[in-house]
């Protein structure tokens, strides 16, 4: 199984990117697969996740109205649309399975050892 991101970059304040996932080595469409990062020195943060089938994306309050998630299981790729980004969303950003993870709060989570994860890709947002 690999999870491989791509899509990171310096980014100015206000500006937009895309991430993506490609997942290869799993049956895609049968799992949720989130979006998580980690900024430097601080914890792991759940940012979004996609729900297998049909099911809507849900985003962290501190993403909602500027981050898009969305999936396309014929490609099975995961993306991460961007826009209004803020330097606070300056972090390595994965793509990652959900039992790889737990959280004790959206901003306290830990890598378990288990399911599967990439091995993130850089967003830096300065002026």
């Known amino acids: 199984v690999e999870l491989v991101e791509s899509g990171g970059g310096l980014v100015q304040p206000g500006g937009s990117l895309r991430l993506s996932c490609a997942a290869s080595g799993l049956t895609f469409s049968a799992n949720d697969i989130y979006w998580v990062r980690q900024a430097a020195g601080k914890g792991l943060e759940w940012a979004s996740v996609?729900?297998?089938?049909?099911?809507?994306?849900a985003y962290a309050d501190s993403v909602k109205g500027r981050f898009t998630a969305f999936r396309d299981d014929a490609s099975n790729t995961l993306y991460l649309q961007m826009k209004e980004l803020q330097i606070d969303d300056t972090a390595l950003y994965y793509c990652?399975?959900?039992?790889?993870?737990?959280?004790?709060?959206?901003?306290?989570?830990?890598?378990?050892?288990?399911?599967?994860r990439g091995q993130g890709t850089q967003v830096t947002v300065s002026s």
């Open positions: 990652a399975t959900a039992d790889s993870f737990r959280c004790s709060t959206i901003r306290d989570c830990s890598w378990t050892g288990f399911g599967y």
């Open positions: 996609v729900p297998q089938g049909s099911g809507r994306a």
